[in-house]
């Protein structure tokens, strides 16, 4: 392979100019250089904060696949996350085998590479400038070592840091554990993060409510909920150091409700269900307030699991508790009245939102009853709602679009639809896919597909 020559010049002492050229040197496997000149020894040009935006880049660069750019910056997945077991993608990868999950499509290679070429950067700091290391560019080192999979190099390097030494002290936190718990969790090594969590005393750190916290919700977003509830049973114990808070309770609540469906049974839905509003009762009971995001959840399962009783009692219970409900609130009753074909009483829920001033009613308020209108025939009323989605500021989607568009021409009646207004929503939907194809090559669509009028 060939190695290209080290960087020999003088580094810039300007903050982004240095990044820049480190970020350089790291993607082309250039190797760093070991002699500074006598000039750097009398100024610190790394701080943490450089050293810090230098290995947030090497994800962003390296271990990033070509589908994955462009992406949104989020932890949310459209599939339910599943537990990885890394030795499996390693063989599946030797055997040219497809590999699905956080891990599709990556480049070992480069993946490699950046963790190679990040520790040597990390010590490189340390031993040529004379840069004291400290919690948190350890943690982001350690973040590093997380988002390449490679478990044997993060808890060896753990290790190092936890010894101290000398020059330095200990710098893996309870902070820093905190944080790494919770990057294993999004990243499907729920495993791995419950291990983190037992051996934080093995790092002389204490866990805290944070760091609970941070693993039950791991736990409960594979499905784990028996280990969840076990974590959660030792901080509801009398006297524990941390006891459980109301962010506690409403991650279990919200799994809970969450991935009941999911189950396909009747019985462990109606269990799961079960569950989530027992521990709201038992949050009320040890004096617990719940806040909108708990009631949130406890709505949105209840209206998917066709309790719509005890769906409307919680909303209630809030008025009576002062705890103002919002979008999501009333969302959650929409999206049950459209499907079960009571639509009247989901344009009533609407009307009180912006009645109320609990919220802006955006695409997602309207499409469930846009798309129930038209299956029931009542296209007039849903041209209607469509008018008022876009006075708001909102373009529809365009399935909903379409399914408006053909219900007016089966009908026979496209002139309820303006001319103009046709006009803006198309260029609306337009300007939306090439915004998409934009951040994502990989997508293809035959713009003649759009409406012709």
């Known amino acids: 392979m060939f190695v290209a020559p080290p960087l020999r010049r003088r580094f810039s002492t300007q903050p982004n100019h240095l990044i820049s050229q480190v970020v350089g040197a790291i993607i082309q496997n250039r190797p760093f250089d070991t002699a500074p000149s006598p000039h750097h020894h009398h100024q610190r ?11 947030r880049s090497i994800p962003l660069h390296l271990f990033q696949s070509t589908r994955s750019i462009g992406r949104q910056n989020t932890s949310r997945h459209r599939s339910p996350l599943k537990q990885r077991n890394l030795k499996q993608e390693t063989l599946k990868y030797q055997t040219g085998s497809l590999i699905l999950g956080p891990a599709a499509h990556r480049d ?22 004379d840069f004291q290391h400290n919690e948190l560019t350890c943690k982001e080192m350690a973040l590093v070592l997380v988002k390449g999979n490679r478990m044997n190099l993060f808890w060896d390097f753990l290790k190092n840091m936890s010894r101290g030494g000398d020059k330095r002290s200990n710098l893996v936190t309870t902070v820093t554990m905190t944080c790494l718990i919770k990057a294993l969790g999004d990243g499907g090594l729920v495993n791995e993060a419950l291990s983190a969590f037992y051996r934080m005393k093995q790092f002389h750190c204490k866990p805290d409510v ?32 941390c006891p459980p ?85 009333y969302d959650s009753f929409i999206r049950y009245y459209s499907a079960v074909n009571e639509v009247d009483r ?30 029931v025939g009542r296209v007039g009323e849903a041209v209607d709602l469509m008018v008022e989605l876009v006075e708001g500021g909102s373009i529809p989607r365009e399935y909903t679009y379409e399914l408006v568009c053909n219900a007016l021409e089966r009908e026979g009646k496209m002139d309820l639809l303006d001319e103009n207004l046709r006009t803006h929503i198309e260029i609306g939907i337009e300007n939306r896919i090439r915004q998409v194809m934009k951040v994502k090559p990989t997508m293809r669509r035959d713009m003649s597909l759009l409406w012709d009028g």
């Open 45 to 55: 040009i790394w701080t943490s904060e450089t050293v810090i935006q230098v290995l």
């Open 210 to 241: 944070f760091a609970y916290n941070n693993a039950i919700y791991a736990l409960c977003r594979v499905g784990f909920f028996k280990k969840a509830k076990f974590l959660f049973g030792q901080m509801d114990l009398p006297g524990f150091r």
């Open 346 to 375: 989901a344009i009533e829920m609407l009307k009180m939102m912006r009645e109320k001033g609990h919220g802006v009613p955006s695409s997602s308020s309207y499409t469930p009853i846009i798309h129930s209108l038209c299956e």
């Open 245 to 329: 808070d109301v962010f506690t309770y409403t991650i279990l609540i919200s799994s809970y409700c969450r991935y009941a469906m999911e189950t396909g049974s009747r019985k462990a839905i109606r269990r799961r269900v079960w569950e989530a509003n027992h521990l709201f009762r038992l949050m009320l009971f040890k004096g617990f307030v719940p806040d909108v995001v708990t009631y949130n959840c406890l709505i949105n399962g209840c209206c998917k699991t066709n309790r719509i009783g005890r769906a409307l009692e919680l909303f209630d219970e809030m008025t009576k508790r002062e705890c103002v409900p919002n979008r999501v609130t």
């Open 108 to 129: 070992p290679t480069r993946v490699n590479l950046g963790l190679e070429k990040a520790l040597e950067f990390y010590y490189w700091v340390e031993t040529h400038f």
